[in-house]
Nanobody
Framework: QVSLVESGGGLAQPGGSLNLSCSVS????????MGWYRHFPGQAPGTQRE???????????YYVDSVRGRFTISRDNAKNAAYLQMNMLKPEDTAVYYC???????????????WGQGTQVTVSS
């Protein structure tokens, strides 16, 4: 069993900052790519989440164009944790943010996709 727990969401003013954290625990054999996705308000429940940023376990990163230069993803492999520093926030960043991790568990040879429960980020004056 593996669990992902996010924290750090909340209310920020336009131009402000928030830092999201994601902690992974459980029977982890290998933690591969970690990323942050978001689901915008008003979207239908089955709508695909938008990939915001991701980082491989070797440090390679990807950012969606709308956040490049404002958001920074990082991870602490020793702590099985990932972070998303969000600066210069805009109202259109308002969404539920989900942590994602590709994990091979100790009891399996399969690499599975795991999600956190989500944390709300609201950018408003």
């Amino acid at each position: 069993q593996v669990s992902l727990v996010e924290s750090g969401g909340g209310l920020a003013q336009p131009g402000g900052s928030l830092n999201l954290s994601c902690s992974v625990s459980g029977s982890i054999f290998t933690l591969y790519q970690m990323g942050w996705y978001r689901h915008f308000p008003g979207q239908a429940p089955g709508t695909q989440r938008e990939l915001v940023a991701r980082m491989t376990n070797t440090g390679r990163t990807y950012y969606v164009d709308s956040v490049r230069g404002r958001f920074t993803i990082s991870r602490d492999n020793a702590k099985n944790a990932a972070y998303l520093q969000m600066n210069m926030l805009k109202p259109e960043d308002t969404a539920v943010y989900y942590c994602n991790a590709e994990i091979r568990e100790t009891s399996s040879y399969v690499v599975g996709d795991h999600w956190g429960q989500g944390t709300q980020v609201t950018v408003s004056s």
